[in-house]
Structure formats: structure tokens, C-alpha cells
């Protein structure tokens, strides 16, 4: 059974940084391919980012120049180093394989921007 911890949230203000971190255990991490995933109050899950088991990397639009993944294979974590935050990047932060096929959602990370 594949389990999924985040950390790392918390409160910023608008501008400043935060970095995420994902554990995951159970799976056959490096060869998948993972990604970030956000859901704000009353809005629809949103994806965010996503890297490659090789380290190709894409963004959403809404964080691309502002939010960088990566991952290290050896210790099975994602990280996602969030820069120039703005309040409406205030969401639950997840993470999870990037497939239709999700792995069970762990219970995120609470990200709140102040402005």
C-alpha cells in the first residue's frame, strides 16, 4: 500500500517562499513519474506541477517561473520550492503519481499567502 506524507506548509506572506516536501513508501517510486497538486477552498483539485522519473518538469501556467519540483529517487521524496508566493496560491498541497491511475491521497499540507 503506497502512502503519501507532505510537509512543509504553513503561513507566508505574499512574496515570500516555502518549500514542500513528499514522502512516499510502498511503491516503486523512481520509475514513476510525480507530480503536485493543490485544491483552494471550494475550488475543484488543481494540478500544479509534475516531473519525470528522468527529471523533465512542467508547470501550470499560474506557477510556472515561480515554483520549482524536484525529486531525489535515493530517499523516495518530492519537493516543490515555492518562490514569489501570492495569496492565491493559498490551497491544500498534495502530491501523488502523475497517471489517471492516482495512488491514495495523503492528507496534504495547508499553504495560506497572506497579502
Known amino acids: 500500500q503506497v502512502q503519501l506524507v507532505e510537509s512543509g506548509g504553513g503561513l507566508a506572506q505574499a512574496g515570500g517562499s516555502l518549500t514542500l516536501s513528499c514522502a512516499v513508501s510502498?511503491?516503486?517510486?523512481?520509475?514513476?513519474?510525480m507530480g503536485w497538486y493543490r485544491q483552494a477552498p471550494r475550488k475543484e483539485r488543481e494540478w500544479v506541477a509534475t516531473?519525470?522519473?528522468?527529471?523533465?518538469?512542467g508547470y501550470a501556467d499560474s506557477v510556472k517561473g515561480r515554483f520549482t519540483i524536484s525529486r531525489d529517487n535515493a530517499k523516495h521524496i518530492v519537493y516543490l520550492q515555492m518562490n514569489s508566493l501570492k495569496p492565491e496560491d493559498t490551497a491544500v498541497y498534495y502530491c501523488?503519481?502523475?497517471?489517471?491511475?492516482?495512488?491514495?491521497w495523503g492528507q496534504g499540507t495547508q499553504v495560506t499567502v497572506s497579502s
Open positions: 501523488n503519481v502523475a497517471k489517471y491511475q492516482k495512488w491514495p
Open positions: 516531473i519525470s522519473s528522468g527529471g523533465t518538469t
Open positions: 510502498g511503491s516503486t517510486f523512481s520509475i514513476n513519474a
